[in-house]
């Protein structure tokens, strides 16, 4: 009987101290509005690409040498899709394939993520539909995940890193 009491003692206290060690609510460590404004730069990003603006994309990148696009590659020696690092290397790969023909970007807007990562780096995922006519592709729109690392220098908010990933097709079904 004195066994069976200590081991329930034992249990209840360790199940109190399991409630008591219960993490708080999760608190993003971005503040709701930077979310915001991140969506909204999201959502101009997209503009800028659809209107082929260069100069303005350049300004929406981290100015720094790690700086990051990981997009379709047309060098064999890069592989099929690659990393360009730095804004120089960003730059010829979005005029390159901004102007190889016709780019379309259309994101589900409904499906728009963005988290914060630490107060001052955040991410946003994106589903897109992409049309685009480089390196190979045959311009039509086929689908991608977008995925955005964003740092906040001073009071504005940068492309860190753009990840286009593109989503393969589903598996054929066996008969």
Same mark, same amino acid.
């Given at each position: 009987m004195y066994k069976m009491l200590l081991a329930s003692v034992v249990a209840l206290t360790v199940?109190? &101290?399991?409630?008591?060690?219960?993490p708080a609510?999760?608190? #993003?460590?971005? *503040?709701?509005?930077?979310l915001d404004t991140i969506?909204?730069?999201f959502s101009e990003l997209i503009q800028l690409a659809n209107r082929h603006d260069f100069k303005a994309l350049h300004e929406m990148f981290w100015q720094s040498p790690s700086a990051l696009l990981v997009a379709k590659s047309a060098i064999p020696s890069e592989g099929n899709w690659a990393g360009f690092w730095g804004n120089e290397?960003? #730059?010829?790969?979005?005029?390159?394939i901004g102007t190889s023909g016709p780019v379309v970007?259309?994101? *589900?807007?409904?499906?728009?993520?963005?988290v914060g990562l630490t107060p001052d780096v955040a991410q946003s995922y994106a589903p897109v539909n992409i049309t685009v006519s480089y390196a190979g592709q #045959? &311009?039509?729109p086929k689908p991608f995940l977008v995925l955005i690392n964003w740092i906040k220098v001073g009071e504005d908010w940068k492309v860190a890193s753009e990840i286009l990933l593109p989503v393969p097709p589903a598996p054929k079904a066996n008969s």
């Open positions: 199940s109190a &101290g399991s409630l008591a060690a219960a609510a999760y608190t #993003d460590p971005v *503040d709701a509005q930077s969506r909204s730069k290397a960003i #730059d010829q790969k979005l005029h390159d970007l259309q994101p *589900d807007y409904s499906k728009v993520k963005v #045959d &311009g039509t």
